[in-house]
């Protein structure tokens, strides 16, 4: 019979099937980060157990990290703790770390597929919801409560019911100015947030096969934004050039078989899908949000929705609930909204890529006065990568702030905040009250866009700078 | 795991739609390296006004929903964030039941491990249940487990599904590992065979 991929790297992972459908899967690699971790690390030592497979485990610490200097350690106590928690944990139980003044340190989800510990095929578990990510490898990857967390550092495996399969169809070609960010949030924005919730999505066609890894990655990343846990892009030579030399990555006479392998994993002609979703992104304009939920995506060029115009109760009180969030006049224009800051970085555009589509908007220009912008590298080697190249310079000169690498105002767990009133076009993936800080104000967008923002201090149309 | 069996409980009604995890448990409470004292957190930014004083608008600072063991929750409960400091930080204020048309994935599973009962129910269905939590001190409901029924302050009573195995996880307070744990043998000879089939899986 043929199998969608998702159905095929499943199958492949299968330890045991209970009478009633439970699963009883392997996971083949497992990121560990500080905050969602410290209490499944106690509970093994608790229970006296200790971790089945260190090697398959890689710890980062990320969202507590300062993102300005940080030779004098961390400040804020409470962060600190955590950070030296995990530090002790991993020793204890052995586990593969790289410390926070390590070059390789960043977002988990960036560290993974630079190291190339992110492989095609593999199951990838994280406890972060933002572990969607690595499917841009046509790896199995999804976010774990700490309780699983507990779960896969004890046993290597996971108890999970076989997902639906759903396939998102990207068709045409990306306009200039637009990217990998405005093809997802379309994609959201059609969906819903609920939308994908108990699918794995399956992203395919032209548009999709276009984009680079880091495009891919960024497109996977705001998978869970659309309520799936795992999105997935069938990997192709891009994936393997990606992949290949990088320091965990098979080498020699593994990695020929690996790729022959890998070449096997794709989605069956004839498999069948309990939900396709087509997009045609040949007239996609730069697209933003204007609540404070993903799925209130809209063109630039678009108007804030009026409740008044949605019969459904529950959903009209949603829209004013976030119009009054948001300051808004219920109907009025996005274009134009003054702003006062403005973030780059984030897992879902944190990466060399992003950093380059960001130089080229602000290169020769100046930030808006009274704007306050971050850009905030991935990880230390996409750092170094965008140094090397001259991006940190460009930015500096155009009046952002460099800074070192981290979760940073994607969530504001560390000083990086938004204060009450504060708007802010951020390349992050969540514009949920206060996430980038009590009170705050968040527009997700495409780094392109958010640099545009920048510039005029104001919500505006990238492509209108020219 | 504590078990769940049945609760007879106050329902506080919560009719709005994606209460993300960050609603739940704000970040700045996510800094914790313990599973206890986060119920005191709950709700934070809805549940306190800026000097920290309670808002008295929010339904669990209500005197009727104070003792609240049940949420009745717009659609898409528990999106966002994999943290499972969002259920601890519920469990801890003594919620154990959370009545939805939709949750999401991660956060219904999370429910489970803490001996929490996530219910599923149809729009209808929430509609009358969200009614029977606005009564204020009359907002009881008994939620049965082993019967998978809801009963009402009327008497009436809705079914709702729950899959068999997470059922019995539940009823009994299993541990997972415990579980997996027995199962070793299985573990061990999929990596062995995995070893054979792809050794660039291991490092
Ligand atoms: S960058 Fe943001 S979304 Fe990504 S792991 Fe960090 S906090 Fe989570």
Redesign the interface.
């Known amino acids: 019979m043929p199998k969608t991929l998702f159905d095929k790297i499943w199958d492949a992972h299968l330890?045991?099937v209970?009478d009633?459908g439970?699963c009883?899967i392997?996971i083949?690699r497992h990121m560990v980060h500080e905050?969602?971790s410290?209490?499944a690390f106690?509970g093994l030592r608790t229970?006296g157990?200790s971790v089945?497979r260190p090697?398959?485990t890689l710890a980062v610490a990320d969202?507590?990290v300062p993102t300005t200097d940080r030779s004098k350690g961390i400040a804020?106590p409470?962060?600190r703790?955590?950070v030296e928690?995990l530090e002790s944990n991993v020793e204890e139980f052995g586990v593969p770390y790289f410390k926070t003044d390590d070059i390789r340190q960043g977002v988990v989800h960036i560290v993974g597929p630079e190291q190339g510990f992110t492989?095609p095929?593999?199951t990838i578990v994280c406890?972060?919801?933002h572990?969607a990510t690595h499917g841009a490898f046509g790896s199995l990857a999804f976010?774990?409560?700490?309780?699983?967390v507990?779960?896969v550092l004890?046993?290597?495996?996971l108890?999970q019911?076989p997902a639906k399969n759903m396939l998102v169809k990207v068709t045409g070609t990306l306009p200039d100015h637009c990217s990998a960010k405005d093809v997802v949030l379309a994609i959201i924005g059609k969906i819903g947030?609920?939308g994908g919730?108990?699918y794995v999505i399956e992203y395919a066609g032209e548009a999709i096969e276009a984009l680079s890894m880091e495009g891919r990655m960024t497109v996977c990343n705001m998978t869970i934004e659309g309520?799936a846990?795992a999105g997935l892009i069938a990997p192709d030579q891009k994936t393997f050039d990606y992949i290949q030399g990088r320091p965990?990555a098979?080498k020699g006479a593994?990695?020929e078989?690996?790729v022959e392998?890998w070449k096997t994993l794709h989605t069956d002609d004839g498999a069948s899908f309990d939900e396709v979703v087509e997009l045609d992104v040949t007239n996609l304009a730069p697209q933003i949000t204007w609540g404070t939920?993903p799925e209130n995506v809209l063109s630039i060029e678009d108007n804030v929705p009026n409740p008044a115009d949605e019969p459904n109760a529950?959903?009209k009180?949603?829209i004013e609930?976030a119009i009054g969030y948001m300051d808004f006049e219920a109907g009025q224009a996005i274009e134009g909204v003054a702003i006062n800051t403005v973030f780059i970085g984030s897992c879902t555009n944190g990466r060399i890529e992003d950093f380059r589509e960001a130089a080229a908007i602000a290169k020769g220009r100046k930030v808006a006065d009274g704007v306050r912008a971050l850009a905030v590298p991935g990880s230390g080697l996409v750092k170094e990568q965008a140094e090397e190249e001259g991006l940190d310079k460009i930015f500096v000169e155009a009046g952002f702030e460099w800074r070192e690498p981290g979760c940073s105002m994607c969530?504001?767990?560390n000083d990086d905040r938004l204060s009450?009133g504060d708007r802010c076009a951020s390349t992050s993936n969540?514009n949920?009250?206060?996430?980038q800080g009590?009170g705050g104000r968040t527009h997700l967008v495409s780094p392109a866009m958010a640099v545009a923002a920048a510039i005029k201090g104001c919500l505006t149309d990238v492509r209108k700078l020219g | 795991m504590e078990k769940f069996t049945k609760l007879t409980g106050v329902a506080a009604p919560m009719p709005i739609r994606n209460i993300d995890t960050d609603m739940i448990i704000p970040k700045q409470f996510l800094k914790t390296i313990k599973r206890e004292g986060l119920g005191k957190n709950l709700f934070d930014e809805m549940r306190y006004l800026d000097d920290g004083s309670e808002n008295p608008e929010f339904v669990l600072n209500q005197d009727a929903y104070r003792n609240a063991t049940i949420i009745v929750a717009g659609d898409n409960f528990g999106c966002g964030s994999s943290r499972e400091h969002a259920p601890w930080a519920l469990n801890d204020f003594g919620i154990k039941v959370i009545i939805s048309t939709s949750f999401a994935d991660i956060f219904y599973n999370n429910c489970f491990k803490n001996g929490m009962l996530p219910i599923r129910v149809d729009e209808d269905t929430l509609n009358k249940l969200m009614d029977d939590a606005e009564r204020g001190a009359n907002a009881t409901l008994t939620v049965d487990l082993v019967s998978q029924t809801i009963t009402g302050p009327d008497g009436g009573e809705v079914k709702f599904e729950i899959d068999e195995f997470r059922k019995h996880c539940l009823l009994e307070g299993l541990d997972d590992i415990g579980l997996t744990q027995q199962k070793s043998d299985k573990i061990d000879d999929f990596e062995a065979k995995r070893k054979a089939d792809q050794p660039w899986m291991y490092r």
């Open positions: 330890v045991d209970q009633d439970t009883l392997y083949d905050v969602t410290p209490q106690e229970a157990r089945h090697q398959a969202h507590n804020n409470e962060s703790i955590q928690t492989l095929g593999a406890g972060d919801s572990t976010g774990i409560g700490t309780s699983e507990e779960h004890a046993t290597q495996t108890l019911k947030t609920a919730t108990g309520g846990r965990m098979p593994a990695w078989q690996a392998y939920s529950e959903k009180a949603s609930r969530l504001a767990m009450p969540r949920f009250e206060g996430r009590k």
